[in-house]
């Protein structure tokens, strides 16, 4: 639906449209009319749409909003259990895995692992330092269930930071790294955390698949945007079940409060959210 003035984005208008497009074929009336049933449906529609703004805000309340506490999954680094770099890998490298991404520090050691979570390449990004050199690997699942996709990615950051002579030292690294991460299905440099974007790595994916020959027809229905957090989601579930005693409970300051429910979370965060009937927000506007 397409508005021009916000007086056309009224509730009535979007529920009449949407019975509309959602009724089953044949559910409308002979050439075209409305069915008897029409006005019922929508009135059933409307309250639904108010029972889900009162779970909503009941969430919200309970999660993230007035009592200043949100839950949230830590990652390796933060976590009180210490695993082996093997179990880690076989972890990220799962379809179903808990883990979508690691990191290792770029040093002799060769499998020091720096971090690891399951909050996909957003959460990864977050642990990059500008001083550092890491070599990881990335999990990015598309769709869910027996629909679901996975590709993996080599990553290599240098980062910006970084003295020439060490750089130089460390990104030789990369071959023995390779080996021990295992195939991966593409590769990606980058020397800050802007050149991992997550649309532009999704678009590589994409552009990959046509090239071998996959999914010609509905690659862009497959690896989308919106399929990857569904992926996401299904993963934090992983999470949840594989590491229950590492949700921690996040606790705000009284005088900052009120910035943390004013905070615009990043739009991956948003996207799967909204599309998790277990999340309190519904919608969202993007400005270009």
């Given amino acids: 639906m397409s508005f021009i003035e916000q007086s056309e984005c009224a509730v009535d208008r979007v529920v009449e449209e949407l019975y509309r497009v959602v009724v089953s074929d044949g559910a409308l009336g002979e050439n075209g009319t409305t069915p008897p049933s029409y006005e019922a449906a929508v009135a059933t529609m409307k309250s639904d749409i108010a029972n889900q703004l009162v779970e909503a805000k009941k ?22 259990r210490e695993m082996q770099f093997r179990e880690v890998l076989q972890l990220v490298r799962s379809d179903t895995g808990a883990f979508n991404w690691l990191l290792l520090n770029a040093s002799a050691h060769g499998t020091e692992i720096a971090n690891a979570g399951g909050g996909g390449v957003e959460e990864m990004c977050n642990s990059l330092e500008s001083d550092q050199v890491y070599f990881g690997l990335v999990r990015m699942g598309f769709g869910k269930g027996v629909f679901r996709r996975c590709k993996l990615i080599f990553i290599h950051y240098s980062g910006e930071d970084v003295n020439a002579l060490r750089r130089g030292k460390l990104n030789a690294e990369e071959e023995s790294m390779r080996r021990i991460v295992g195939s991966v299905n593409l590769s990606q440099f980058a020397a800050t955390r802007d050149e991992l974007n997550l649309s532009d790595l999704i678009e590589r994916v994409k552009n990959t698949t046509l090239l071998d020959g996959e999914a010609n027809d509905n690659a862009s229905d497959l690896y989308s945007l919106e399929s990857y957090m569904v992926a996401v989601e299904e993963d934090s579930e992983a999470m949840k079940r594989e590491f229950a005693d590492e949700i921690v409970v996040e606790t705000t300051n009284e005088e900052n409060s009120d910035s943390e429910k004013d905070k615009i979370p990043p739009l991956g965060e948003a996207l799967e959210s909204i599309r998790s009937r277990r999340q309190p927000w519904n919608w969202l506007l993007c400005e270009l």
């Fill in 59 to 80: 969430m919200y309340e309970e999660g993230l909003g007035s009592t200043g506490k949100r839950l949230r999954m830590l990652t390796l680094r933060e976590m009180t």
